[in-house]
Structure formats: structure tokens, C-alpha cells
């Protein structure tokens, strides 16, 4: 709406006529005006003034003639800019860029080569000056006093008139430098200002195009060069603002486009009344100079707000005043110069704010660049005052924005909704009033708020919803730490903190208001978080995924008013619910709730799943799942009572997804989370009260945690999965069986026990709680560590596996199957997908990956028919050759025995290489000459071989001894039946052909009958001979490698041990001048322990001498050092001189040894006393340089070859010389006795 910025008046005592151009400075306080006839004056102007302050104006008064306008063919002076910055008055007088100074008015400089320009622009910045003449740009720097030429960039015509738009102001992203914008004949077009590199022209609008003489020209400007002084075109930079980013002001006739340099999609318009002669920016008005008037346009909304009648306007500029004043606006006419006053921004913001036109008030205040025009205007409380309006009209979101703006306290937004609250709820403070009245708003005259419904009451959610959303992470965080206060002040008051209820969970607090101000920040966020749960439940559509993270993270909503509204909102609502009783540790009525008829949707499509929809019901596999999480999480409780909740409420999970319900123990999360998360940051703070309290520790709380694993083996027995569970046991159980056991190279693939028993259930949580616990405890064992998976479990899971066995052998044999060829080996195979065949797989398996089992106690359970398992069993207690027993004589397997012995064998051999590699060295024990019973493997095959010979389909008498029927034969398919015999002499020759290198050919012809032809062992007998010769020679080259490394070590001990020269222990004898000892220091390190060289320095004080003994260590060890000393500067050579040194002869790799240093002290520093060394007693310190230097030499590796090579290089002056730095040495004065 129009309405007054401006106020226009007169300056007094100006008597220069037709004004050209204007510059103000200082405030207004100066000004320059160039006229027609080629003149420049300066006056002075004053406020002042009686005269001044009656017309509320300036009083002028000139005070200098820089420029008189004698001569008739001078032409008027255009473009007047005062540059403060540069005390430089700059103007085109007669087509001429000239400079004077503006506080002496002396002229500074003129440049003729400009001669003939049309316009200029100025970069203060860089101290810059562009001048447009005819087709060229030209650049100048500005120096000091003077303007100097820099470059020219050639242009396609003569710019009429031209701006410099500041790097800053450019918009566009990836630009560099500032930017010049040139009004050319019918463009307009952008320069870069530090290349000279012309952009292409500016896009504007199809309304802003030439006619089609000039539509080529697809950027012009109609009404440029129309006639007029408005040919030359207006340019005016606009800055950015907090309500728009950085414009440009073109004029294209009457009309002024705004946009940004590259033009696309930010155009925005304004309408003179006719062509601008001149545009100004004055704070936050756009102010036109027209032929027959001004006209001043907002700067926010572009509109029209006032006009002043002023004909024959010339010129107009603008000049900043400073102090929060505004700028002072300068419009030159024919025959005076008046003045446009800025009615003051805090006035007028605060007339618009009154009036009720909050939006062209907070509009005004966000185009002012100078905050401090806004005076005392409070921005805020307009933004509030405008947001009660706004309600009050019911544009709730857009009253919900400016509260958000104003950072109005929640409880005062919320007052005004108290329609959204649950019936229920009973806010902290006792009411949804805020503490203060509104200036404006539907409560400011007692009325009560409008209660909402319907569209209305859906719109208020969703813009509450929004305003919550943005205050909610700072009120948590108060909450957190007022919580974190509270507890820390109990703490130091009574000790520990115990676990209080959570604040404010049942809305039962008292005191509500801002967070921040009055330290109830707690009351706030149950106030916040109960209001945004109401306002996710009744916007439209609901927002279930916001509503389910809400209520599954830390939150504060009140339980007794939003459990009722979640219920009474349909079913789906019911996770939400859920989450809510489990977030506050309702977890029974959590899971008295947690049904499948109550939370899963009738139909897949009623309802679009859960947390991961968000349409707020579930299918059956998602709330299984659901129910799987939270179930675990309990198990991983330390309450007890929540491990007793998990068996109460797994079984109609196991019972329907009998994989899902067993993933329940077997979790690979290793710590409960989200159990409670009321309080937050809080019940962190609790554990850490806790452990200081002297509590259990971590590891303490996690070996409590979780159910026992007979427990829980004992309850899956108890198991009948349903019809539907046994659907897809078998699909559900691969990959259980699959993550238990993987199968190992050379294994067969195990083979799937569908979960359709809970003996099956209990097989599969055995199985991977085991093989978590072998990989050390890793993930998928439900938490068990390996100490707690004892020997009774594994023992329990092969009763399990036995005992399936057994009964689906049974059960085979009602359908009409042979239980005893379901125990052959051979059955197997035919059977692959029996269940029977599956549990006997993996009960193989299991003994022979298991090492923890009693297989004594096991071989007493297992049947004597099942051969295998038996051989298995007396395997892991060594009796080799009953199980080569079982292989030949009734499995009659020869394959399988020799496999048998393979394996044995190369165990045993593995075990020797390691506890070779362990004990090398040492002396051999006594016991080792004794073999062990698995060294003689092959030899238990060949008496078994042997006795077939004496006794064809003879029961070993041990078999007795397993339990087995001492008649029992085995057939080929692996039942008790006569059968064809393996073994005899011809199967033990080949046997001992094969394997000779692995038996003791003594012990072999003890074993064979005497009735053997020897003919038949002559290839064994030679093959065994040629092993042996081969060993025997083997042995002596070995021996005679030892013996020669034995040489070169004892060589090379000799030599070092000649090279070592002890030094002489410090005596009379020895150092028959230093004297006697007065005190040893201990030592000091002179480098660092990870060094290659280690030296350490001890000082021996004598009376009249300093001995440094230097301890040097070589830490290398390929390398020898010879000559070793330690070469010593002192600080001071006043004080103290070297008088002898004495080198180590050698280090040998690994070695110490010493060398030393003798310093003698100066007689010119006074007399030597027991109590003060050297008569320094209390003096300062005196520093050494040191510097480690020896020759140093590689040695070979090549034993005594190589020893040989490094000393005789040595020898031969090989080697090299080497310098290492050291730290300083201090020798202060208690190191002399003080």
C-alpha cells in the first residue's frame, strides 16, 4: 500500500544552475557540483543552521570553484564520483577523466588518452579505474596522487553507460573477480573485469526482445537509444539481502528488471511511469529520477510507495549517513537541488507493525543491509505479533513459521492447540496456558481457544508436527543435561545415584514453560513429546515411520494419556503402542499385547507393513520379526524376570517360524539396546554412577546376562512346531545348519534338519552355540563364551542327534523300511533326503569336529551296530586298532582303514615337526625313544590284515570290550551278515609295499608268520632298505652341517674374545694422576631405547679430574663395530680439557662394552675441595656435545666364510668411518658434590 519513506525539501543558498552531476561526501556534510557550463564548485553544507533546521534541510554555502565555466566551447561535467577512500574527487570534464582531491580541491590528475569517453565506473578495492572510450575499455591504477595506465580490452561498440558489479554480488556459483555489466545500443553485456573477457549477452524475457529488425540479437533491450536521456540505459548493482540474494537493477524503457548475471529464472519486475533518467538504491527503496517526477519503489515487493513532483530532474545521487540514519537521497533540477530525507526505518517499521501490515514491515526490515537503522525495533516480537495474527485468521502454518522465527516458548505455542491434546493428558504445569497473554491472538480478550475439527484439526497437526520437530534435539538435550545435574548432585550429596522413575513419564510434574530460562527442561520435553505424538496420530495422512521412531528412541511422552489414544486409533496404531510400553519398560504388557490376531493386518493390502511402510500395520513375517528383536533383547537383559518373560512368550513364535523364534538365543547383537530409552542420556549416566559405586563390572553383567544353555535346551525339547511352522522348517533350518557347521575343504556338505521337532530345535541352537564358542565366541553364538560351553552340552547334542537317529528310524521302519540298512553307510547315499540319513550325517560329523565329548561315556549309549560311530568314538580314545578292527572285519572297507591311518599317521607326524621347531635345541627326553600308539598305526592294520589271515571273518576280541555280540559279521551293505573277508597275507604285503617308509621293518618281520616266503618280501624288504640308507645318509650330511656351523661359532668366538681389551679398573695404578674417588653418578641414557646404538654415561668425580665412562651397546645385528669411542666437546673449554681418551677395540653384533673419557680441570678455575668439586660448588652447569664415532663392518652370512671375509676386509682398512649424534651431557653441580 503507498505510503511515506521519504521526506523532500530544498537546499538553501545553492545558486548553481543547470547541474550536471552531484557528489556528497562526508555525510553530506560536502558537496560537488558540476554544471552545464563546464564549472565544479564545492560547498559546504550544514544542518545546523536556523535556516537549515526551519526548512529541516542543509544550509549551503560555496566554498570553492575547482572549475569555472568561462569558455563557450567547454562541455558540461558528467559522472562526478567522490571516492573517499582515495581522497579523489573523479568527473569527465570535457571528455576527459580528470581527478582532484576533494579536502584541497587541487586538481591531482587528467588523462589524456581518455578523451572522448562516454562513462566510467571505479573498483576501490583494487584501486581501479574502467573508462569507456568509443570501442575500447581502458583500465587505470589509481597511485597515490596519480592514475596510470593499465590495459586496454577492445569492445564490439561504445557502452553508453557501465557498473562494476563487486565479486560478492555476482550470484552465480564458480564465477571469479568482479564483473562490469556495459549498457551497449541494443544489449546489455557482461565483462569480466580482470580478463576483458565479454560473457554472452544477458537473457531476459520475450517481452524484452528488439522488434524483428533486430531479433537476431536474442538478448537486447527495447527503449535502449530511443531518445531522451534515457539512451544511455540504468545499471545499478542491488546486494544481497536476508530476503534476496544479489541482484542487478537494469532499465529496459519503463520498465526495470532485476536479475542476476546469468539470467535465468530470476527476473523480477518493476513499472515507472516513464524512462528513468537515473536510478538510486537508498537503504531499502529503489528511488527514480524522472523527467517530471520522483518515484520511490520498495525494495522487497518492487510496488510503488510514493512520488514527488519535481520536473526537469538532471541528476541524482545518494550519500550514506551513518549512525542509523539511512542514507540522504540528492535530486538536482533545473534551478536547485533538493533534498529526499529518509523518514527513519524504526518509525516507520513500527507505523506498519501497528497498522497491522506485519509483511511489508518485516519485509522493510530484511532489506536493510544496516541493521542499525532498525533502531530499537524488536524483529522478533513482530514475528510473533504477526504469527498470532496469522492463527487468528487460521493460517496455521504460516503462524507455526514466524513462532518458529520468533523463538516463542513451546508452551505458549501449544496453549493455543489444546484441541490436539489427548483427553487424558494433564500437562506438567496443570494446563496448555502459557504463563504470558499475547499482544494479539484469539486468547488476548479471555476467550477460550477454538476448539478444532475436522480439516482444520488435521492442518493445526501437521503445523504443530512441524514446529515440534524443530525445537525437539534442544529441549532433549537440555532434559539430558539438567538430568546429568540432578544426578551429579545426588551423587556428591548421598553417593551413588539409584535408578529413579522417569521424569515426567507419567505427566505427573509440576512448573512448565521455557527449557532454557527456568531449568524445568524435563517438564517441557513431556509437555513437547506427548504434543507431537498427538499431532503424528491426527495430521493427515498419519505419520506412522515418525511415530514409531519417536516412541522406539528416548522420549518423554506421557503413558497414561497416549497409551489410550494410540489404542483408541486403530489397529494401525498397534506398533506404535507396543513401542511405547516397551520404551518404558512395560515389556509383560508389551508382550501380553504382541499378538498375531491383534497385530497383523487382515490382508496384505489393507495396510501398506510396519515400520518399513509406514502404514502402521504388519504381515505376519514382519511382526514375527519384530517380535524376534524385542524378545532378544530381553534375553540379553540382566533382570531375571525378563529371561523367564522370553520362555513365557517365545513359544507361540517358535511354534509358528520355528528359525525365527530359535534366532532368538542365538543373536550375534552383543549388547541389549533400546530396552528403556526413557531417560536417555540418563540411564548412561546410571551405569557409570554404578561402576564407580563398586558394581559389577562389563564382563561381570555379561556372563549373568542371558538364559543358561541348559535351560534352554531343555525348553526347546518341549517345542511342537505347527503345521504352518513346518511348512518351511526345512527351508528356514539351511541356513542355521549352514552358519553351524560350514563344510570344510574335502567334507561333504552337511545335510538340513528341518525344525519340525523340538528336538530338532534344540540340535540346531546346540550346533551353533558350539560352533560359536570353538571360533571364540564369535557372532551367532547367543552371547555363550567357550567356558561356558561345557563337555554336558556337547554330550547333549549327541543324545539329541542319536536319538533322532533312532527315531526316524522307526519311523522308517512303519513305512515299511529296514531300520538295520538304514545303518549302513552305503544307505546313506540312496536315502539323501531322509531324516534319519541327515541325523546320522551330522552325528559323524559332530564326533569328528567335537572335541569335547566323553567318548567313553558316549561308546557306552551309542548301539554296537552302528559301526562308524563306534570306530569314531574308539578313535578319539586311541584304541587304533580296534577301529582298523570295525573297518576291515566288519565294514570290510580297506579304503577306509588305510584313509584311517593316513590321517593318523600325518597328525603324528605334524607333531613331531612342531615339537622339534618348540624344543631345538634341548636334550632329547627319555621318554621319546618309546613310540606312541599312533607311530604305530600301520602296524595295527597289518596285525589286522594278519589275523584275517589266520582266521577269516574273525571278531577281534576287542570288539567284546565295546559291547558289541562277539558273532556279529558284517555284509556289504553294512548289516550283520558272512560276507566276502578283506584282509590276509597277500592285502598285509601289499600294505607294507606301499607304506614301507612308515613302519619298522624289525617290528614288521616279528609280526609275520614264520611260514612267510621270503620271496614275497623282497620288495618290501628293499624298498625299506633303500629308505633306511637314504635316512642313514641324510642324517650324516645334517650332522656335518651342524658340526661346521659348531666351528664357525667357536671360530668366531675366539677371535672376538682375542679382540676384547678390558679397560683398567679406575685406580692409582691405572691413572696414577687422577686421585682419589670422590662419588660415583648414576647413569644417564644418552639415546633413545629404540636407536640402533645404545649409550648410557656414567661420571666418576675425582678431585681434580672428570672420568665420563660411556656403556655402548651395538643393536644390530649384522653388523660389527670397531674402534668405538665416544668424542666429547665441552661448553666451556675454560673450564674443563680432554686429557685422555680410551677406545673399545670391537662390538660384535648384540655386544657392550666401554670406553672412556678424562677430563681435566682447568687450574685457572680455582682450588678443588671434598665439598665442592672443583671449586664450582653452586655454579652453573656445564654442558658436553657428544658424538659417537666408529668404523663400522658388515658380516657376512656364510659361517665362517663369511666371518673370515668381514675381518680381513677389516684387516685391509675396510669399513667406514661413521659420526653418530648424542644428546647433550650436563654436568651440574650435584654432580659434583654440592
Not at 564549472?39 to 544550509?59: I, Q, V, Y
Not at 541494443?186 to 580478463?195: G, I
Not at 496404531?573 to 519398560?585: D, N, P, S, T, V
Not at 584282509?983 to 601289499?990: F, P, R, T, Y
Request: aromatic share 6%; net charge negative.
Amino acid at each position: 500500500m503507498p505510503r511515506s519513506a521519504f521526506e523532500v525539501s530544498t537546499l538553501l543558498g545553492v545558486n548553481t544552475r543547470q547541474v550536471s552531476t552531484i557528489a556528497v561526501v562526508s555525510a553530506g556534510d560536502r558537496m560537488f557540483l558540476g554544471a552545464g557550463d563546464g564549472s565544479l564548485t564545492a560547498h559546504e553544507c550544514r544542518g545546523d543552521t536556523p535556516n537549515a533546521l526551519k526548512a529541516s534541510s542543509f544550509e549551503c554555502r560555496e566554498v570553492d570553484s575547482l572549475r569555472k565555466g568561462l569558455s563557450s566551447d567547454r562541455r558540461p561535467v558528467l559522472d562526478l564520483l567522490a571516492v573517499e577512500a582515495w581522497r579523489a574527487l573523479l568527473g569527465l570534464l570535457d571528455g576527459q577523466l580528470t581527478a582532484y582531491d576533494m579536502y584541497t580541491y587541487r586538481p591531482l590528475a587528467s588523462v589524456p588518452s581518455t578523451r572522448g569517453a562516454s562513462c566510467f565506473c571505479v573498483d576501490e578495492e583494487r584501486r581501479l579505474v574502467f573508462v569507456a572510450n568509443k570501442k575500447r575499455l581502458q583500465v587505470l591504477a589509481w597511485q597515490a596522487v596519480s592514475l596510470a595506465p593499465r590495459r586496454d580490452f577492445p569492445l564490439p561498440e561504445t557502452p553508453r553507460s557501465m557498473a562494476l558489479v563487486p565479486e560478492d554480488a555476482d550470484g552465480p556459483a564458480g564465477s571469479s573477480g568482479p564483473k562490469l555489466v556495459l549498457a551497449l545500443r541494443k544489449e546489455y553485456s557482461v565483462m569480466d573485469a580482470t580478463t576483458g573477457a565479454l560473457s554472452p549477452a544477458l537473457l531476459l524475457s520475450d517481452r524484452d526482445q528488439l522488434d524483428a529488425s533486430a531479433s537476431s540479437m536474442t538478448s537486447s533491450i527495447s527503449g535502449l537509444g530511443g531518445g531522451g536521456s534515457s539512451s544511455h540505459g540504468v545499471i545499478l548493482p542491488v546486494p544481497a539481502s536476508s530476503a534476496r540474494g544479489a541482484r542487478v537493477l537494469l532499465s529496459s524503457g519503463s520498465r526495470g528488471l532485476l536479475v542476476d548475471l546469468v539470467g535465468r529464472g530470476h527476473e523480477e519486475r518493476l513499472t515507472w511511469t516513464a524512462p528513468p533518467l537515473s536510478v538510486c538504491l537508498s537503504t531499502a527503496f529503489f528511488v527514480a529520477a524522472l523527467p517530471r517526477q520522483v518515484e520511490v519503489h520498495d525494495l522487497a515487493s518492487l510496488a510503488p510507495l510514493q512520488t514527488f513532483d519535481l520536473p526537469g530532474a538532471t541528476c541524482m545521487t545518494t550519500c550514506p549517513v551513518g549512525g542509523g540514519r539511512g542514507d540522504l537521497t540528492y535530486v538536482a533540477t533545473a534551478n536547485s537541488v533538493n533534498l529526499l530525507k529518509l523518514i527513519p526505518i524504526e518509525f516507520q517499521v513500527e507505523t506498519l507493525a501497528e497498522s497491522g501490515s506485519y509483511e511489508d514491515a518485516l519485509s522493510l526490515c530484511a532489506m536493510c543491509k544496516d541493521m542499525s537503522v532498525l533502531g530499537s525495533v524488536n524483529v522478533l516480537s513482530i514475528h510473533e505479533r504477526y504469527a498470532y495474527d496469522l492463527f487468528s485468521w487460521g493460517d496455521y502454518e504460516g503462524a507455526v513459521g514466524h513462532f518458529l522465527v520468533a523463538e516463542t516458548p513451546v508452551d505458549h505455542v501449544l496453549s493455543l492447540f489444546p484441541s490436539l491434546a489427548p483427553p487424558e493428558f494433564v500437562p506438567p504445569g496443570g494446563s496448555l496456558q502459557g504463563p504470558n497473554t499475547p499482544k494479539k491472538g484469539p486468547t488476548s480478550s479471555g476467550e477460550p481457544p477454538r476448539q478444532l475439527t475436522g480439516v482444520s484439526r488435521s492442518r493445526a497437526a501437521s503445523a504443530v508436527m512441524t514446529f515440534l520437530e524443530r525445537h525437539r534435539p534442544a529441549i532433549l538435550a537440555a532434559a539430558e543435561r539438567e538430568d546429568c545435574q540432578k544426578a551429579d548432585d545426588a551423587e556428591d550429596a548421598d553417593g551413588p545415584a539409584e535408578a529413579s522413575p522417569a521424569a515426567g513419564g507419567e505427566g505427573d510434574g509440576g512448573g512448565s514453560g521455557n527449557s532454557d530460562n527456568d531449568g524445568k527442561a524435563g517438564d517441557t520435553l513431556v509437555l513437547l513429546d506427548t504434543m507431537l505424538m498427538s499431532s503424528y496420530v491426527q495430521c493427515s495422512p498419519p505419520r506412522h515411520s515418525a511415530l514409531v521412531e519417536l516412541l522406539s528412541g528416548p522420549n518423554r511422552c506421557s503413558l497414561a494419556a497416549c497409551a489410550p489414544l494410540l489404542a483408541a486409533s486403530g489397529p494401525s496404531f498397534i506398533e506404535a503402542l507396543l513401542c511405547l510400553y516397551r520404551g518404558r519398560g512395560l515389556h509383560e504388557d508389551a508382550l501380553a499385547l504382541a499378538t498375531e490376531d491383534r497385530c497383523v493386518a487382515p490382508s496384505s493390502s489393507s495396510y501398506s507393513g510396519g515400520s518399513g511402510g509406514g502404514g502402521g500395520g504388519w504381515t505376519a513375517p514382519q511382526f514375527r520379526r519384530w517380535l524376534a528383536a524385542y524378545l532378544r533383547e530381553l534375553r540379553l537383559s540382566s533382570e531375571p524376570a525378563h529371561r523367564a518373560l522370553v520362555l513365557r512368550s517365545v513359544k507361540p513364535l517358535l511354534e509358528a517360524d520355528p528359525a525365527l523364534g530359535l534366532s532368538v538365543f542365538l543373536n550375534e547383537h552383543r549388547q541389549a539396546t533400546g530396552l528403556s530409552h526413557h531417560g536417555g542420556f540418563l540411564a548412561q549416566r546410571r551405569v557409570g554412577v554404578s561402576r564407580r559405586a563398586g558394581g559389577a563390572s562389563a564382563d561381570g553383567r555379561r556372563a549373568e546376562a542371558g538364559l543358561a544353555p541348559h535351560d534352554v535346551v531343555s525348553f526347546l525339547k518341549t517345542i511342537t512346531p505347527s503345521e504352518s511352522g513346518r511348512a518351511n522348517a526345512e527351508t528356514s533350518a539351511a541356513a542355521t545348519a549352514a552358519a553351524a557347521q560350514p563344510a570344510k575343504e574335502g567334507q561333504a556338505v552337511p545335510m538340513t534338519i528341518p525344525f519340525t521337532s523340538g528336538r530338532a530345535l534344540a540340535v540346531g541352537y546346540l550346533q551353533v552355540l558350539i560352533d560359536a564358542a570353538a571360533g571364540g565366541g564369535g557372532e551367532g553364538g547367543g552371547g555363550a563364551r567357550e567356558g561356558e560351553v561345557t563337555s554336558a552340552l556337547h554330550d547333549e547334542l549327541a543324545y539329541l542327534l542319536m536319538e533322532g537317529l533312532l527315531v526316524e528310524q522307526g519311523a522308517a521302519a512303519d513305512r515299511g523300511q529296514s531300520s538295520r540298512r538304514l545303518g549302513s553307510s552305503k544307505n546313506i547315499a540312496k536315502d539323501k533326503n531322509g531324516l534319519a540319513a541327515a541325523y546320522r550325517q551330522r552325528l559323524q560329523l559332530f564326533l569328528q569336529t567335537s572335541e569335547k565329548y566323553n567318548p567313553a561315556r558316549l561308546l557306552s549309549v551309542i548301539p554296537s551296530h552302528f559301526l562308524e560311530e563306534h570306530a569314531l568314538l574308539l578313535s578319539r580314545l586311541g584304541r587304533h586298532e580296534e577301529v582298523l578292527h570295525i573297518y576291515v572285519r566288519q565294514l570290510k572297507n580297506r579304503e577306509m582303514a588305510e584313509a584311517y591311518c593316513g590321517r593318523i599317521w600325518e597328525r603324528c607326524e605334524s607333531a613331531a615337526k612342531a615339537k622339534s621347531t618348540a624344543k631345538r635345541g634341548a636334550p632329547a627326553d627319555a621318554a621319546t625313544a618309546t613310540p606312541s600308539p599312533d607311530e604305530e598305526v600301520y602296524l595295527f592294520l597289518l596285525k589286522v590284515y594278519l589275523q584275517g589271515q589266520n582266521k577269516a571273518g574273525g571278531h577281534h576280541p576287542a570288539q567284546s570290550k565295546a559291547g558289541s555280540p562277539s558273532s556279529l559279521k558284517v555284509s556289504d551293505d553294512g548289516v550283520a551278515a558272512v560276507g566276502e573277508e578283506v584282509g590276509g597275507l597277500d592285502e598285509a604285503v601289499s600294505l607294507l609295499e606301499r607304506h614301507f617308509s612308515r613302519v619298522d621293518p624289525v617290528k614288521v618281520m616279528a609280526l609275520l608268520p614264520p611260514s612267510v616266503p621270503v620271496s614275497k618280501l623282497v620288495p618290501f624288504l628293499s624298498s625299506a632298505v633303500r629308505h633306511a640308507e637314504a635316512r642313514r645318509r641324510s642324517n650324516q650330511v645334517t650332522h656335518q652341517l651342524c658340526r661346521a656351523d659348531y666351528v664357525n661359532v667357536k671360530f668366531e668366538l675366539i677371535q672376538l674374545q682375542g679382540q676384547v681389551s678390558r679397560v683398567p679398573e679406575l685406580s692409582l695404578a691405572s691413572f696414577p694422576q687422577l686421585g682419589t674417588l670422590l662419588r660415583t653418578c648414576p647413569p644417564v641414557e644418552l639415546t633413545d631405547p629404540t636407536a640402533d646404538y645404545g649409550v648410557g654415561c656414567i661420571k666418576h668425580v675425582f678431585e681434580s679430574f672428570i672420568v665420563l665412562q660411556f656403556d655402548v651397546t651395538n643393536r644390530l645385528r649384522d653388523q660389527r663395530l670397531h674402534n668405538v669411542l665416544v668424542k666429547v666437546e665441552c661448553s666451556d673449554p675454560d673450564l674443563y680439557s680432554i686429557k685422555t681418551e680410551r677406545h673399545f677395540p670391537a662390538l660384535p653384533p648384540h655386544g657392550s662394552g666401554s670406553c672412556y673419557t678424562v677430563l681435566a680441570r682447568s687450574p685457572s678455575a680455582g682450588g678443588v675441595g671434598r665439598g665442592s668439586v672443583g671449586g664450582i660448588g653452586g655454579g652453573p652447569s656445564v654442558l658436553f656435545m657428544c658424538e659417537l664415532r666408529f668404523t663400522s663392518a658388515r658380516i657376512g652370512s656364510g659361517g665362517a666364510q663369511g666371518i673370515g671375509m668381514a675381518e680381513s676386509a677389516y684387516d685391509k682398512g675396510g669399513g667406514f668411518m661413521e659420526e653418530y649424534l648424542l644428546e647433550d651431557l650436563e654436568l651440574s653441580p650435584a654432580d659434583l658434590g654440592e
